[in-house]
C-alpha cells in the first residue's frame, strides 16, 4: 500500500493503517524514524480501542522512548488505558525483565502477562539488540531469550553475556520451540536457569519468573 493510501486510511479511522504507520515510523522502515510520529498514530489506534495499541504505548513509555506529554488526556486517563499512570517516574516499580524474540507478537504478548504481574519490561528483537539493552540497563534481574534469532541467536546472546561479564546476577531463562537434548546441555554449561518449550502457558511462565527472583544459584 502506498504511504498516502496508508496515511488517508489511517486519517479516516482505519486502526490496521494506524497500527501500520506506527510500526513503520518506531522501526524507521521507508522513512525516518520518530518516536512522536509513532506515538501519534498508536494512540489513534489506541483510541479506537486497539490493544495492540495500548500495549504497544505502555512499552514506549517505559523503554523512555516515548513521554507521557506527548500523548493526549483521553489516551493517559481513560480507565482501559491507565498509560501514563503506570509509567510515572516516582512509583513503586518491580524487578526489570528483558524479552528478547524476534516474533513481535509473542514479545507483545508475554511482555503484557510479566507488565500486568508488576514486571518492568524491556524488549529486545535479537542478541544483538539485547546485548545492548543489558548494556544499557544494568538492573534487570531476569532475561527470558528465544533461541532462534537473528544477529545473534540466544546461545550466542548469553555466551556474549557471559563472556563479557554481564548481568552475572541475572537470571536466565531460554524459552523456545527447541528442546533437544544437545542444546538444553549446552545452555546449562552457560548456567541457564530455566529452559521453557514454546507454548508456555501464562501461569508457567510467571511460576518460573516468580520462582526464580526468589531463589539464588538454582538451575531448573
Known amino acids: 500500500m502506498a504511504e498516502a493510501d496508508l496515511e488517508t486510511k489511517a486519517a479516516a479511522g482505519d486502526t490496521e493503517a494506524q497500527c501500520s504507520l506506527a510500526f513503520l515510523y518506531e ?22 480501542g486497539r490493544q495492540l495499541a495500548v500495549d504497544k504505548l505502555k512499552l514506549l513509555l517505559e523503554e523512555g522512548k516515548i513521554e507521557a506529554s506527548w500523548l493526549e488526556p483521553e489516551i493517559t486517563e481513560s480507565p482501559g488505558a491507565r498509560i501514563a ?15 528478547a524474540d524476534d516474533e513481535e507478537e509473542l514479545r507483545t504478548i508475554v511482555s503484557e502477562v510479566l507488565h500486568q504481574a508488576g514486571y518492568r519490561v524491556i524488549q529486545a528483537l535479537n542478541g544483538e539488540e539485547a546485548v545492548q539493552k543489558v548494556l544499557a540497563n544494568p538492573d534487570v534481574r531476569l532475561i527470558i531469550t528465544d533461541l532462534k534469532m537473528p544477529k545473534l541467536n540466544g546461545l550466542q546472546f548469553v555466551k556474549t553475556l557471559r563472556r563479557m561479564r554481564l548481568a552475572e546476577s541475572s537470571r536466565i531463562v531460554v524459552m523456545t520451540a527447541y528442546s533437544q537434548p544437545a542444546l538444553i546441555a549446552e545452555g546449562k554449561k552457560l548456567a541457564i536457569d530455566s529452559w521453557l518449550v514454546k507454548p508456555v502457558q501464562p501461569e508457567t511462565l510467571l511460576e518460573t519468573v516468580k520462582r526464580l527472583l526468589e531463589r539464588k544459584n538454582h538451575v531448573a
Open 85 to 99: 499512570h503506570e509509567s510515572r517516574p516516582g512509583m513503586e516499580l518491580g524487578p526489570k525483565i528483558l524479552m
Open 27 to 48: 522501526i524507521g522502515i521507508e522513512r525516518e524514524q520518530d518516536y512522536r510520529k509513532a506515538a501519534q498514530y498508536w494512540q489513534m489506534a489506541a483510541k479506537a
